[in-house]
């Protein structure tokens, strides 16, 4: 739970991100940011940032963001991640449990800012916005335009 002095933070932390859906929770070893999936994709729009896969490879083979980075959870050294110096690095999974586990490691590692999608790939998919799906007919990579779920 936030301080009183620590929901002033979040919201003056959000207003100057220009995102109001971003949850900020502020850990023993840092921040630790929630996006939600259309704000990933406006940010990754823009090139403001990269997107890191954290699932298996087989998830990853069958269907994942266009452009998004595979490095499973199981080979995740925090301390060799990138410096996030000019695009920022937005961690992703399945459904945000294991992208949350990665994040609160590098956040432990000295790695910040640290930023997990909310409700991971499924999120993505459920908002709508587009990914590389398996063409079932020829087993070949395919672009899809997922429709909104509400």
């Known amino acids: 739970m ?15 991100l220009g995102r109001s859906d971003v949850e900020i ?5 840092g921040k630790l940011e929630t996006w939600t999936p259309e704000e ?5 729009e823009k090139g403001e940032i990269a997107l890191i896969d954290v699932r ?3 998830e990853y083979m069958f269907e994942h963001i ?4 595979l490095l499973p959870m199981s080979f995740v050294k925090a301390e060799r991640l990138p410096s996030q110096e000019g695009k920022r690095l937005v961690i992703y999974c399945g459904s945000s ?5 990665v994040a609160r490691l590098c956040l432990a590692k000295g ?17 709508g916005l587009p990914y590389i799906g398996t063409d079932m007919a020829t ?12």
Request: with cysteine; net charge positive.
């Open 2 to 16: 936030f301080s009183e002095d620590g929901c002033k933070a979040a919201i003056n932390t959000i207003g100057k």
């Open 25 to 29: 929770e502020n850990t023993e070893t």
């Open 40 to 44: 990933v994709a406006a940010a990754y």
């Open 56 to 58: 298996t490879p087989q």
């Open 66 to 69: 266009e452009g998004a980075l």
């Open 97 to 101: 449990m294991r992208s949350e586990k």
């Open 111 to 127: 790695l910040q800012p640290v930023t997990h999608m909310r409700d991971g790939f499924a999120g993505w998919k459920k908002a």
């Open 139 to 150: 087993g070949g990579p395919s672009r899809v335009q997922a429709k909104r779920q509400d």
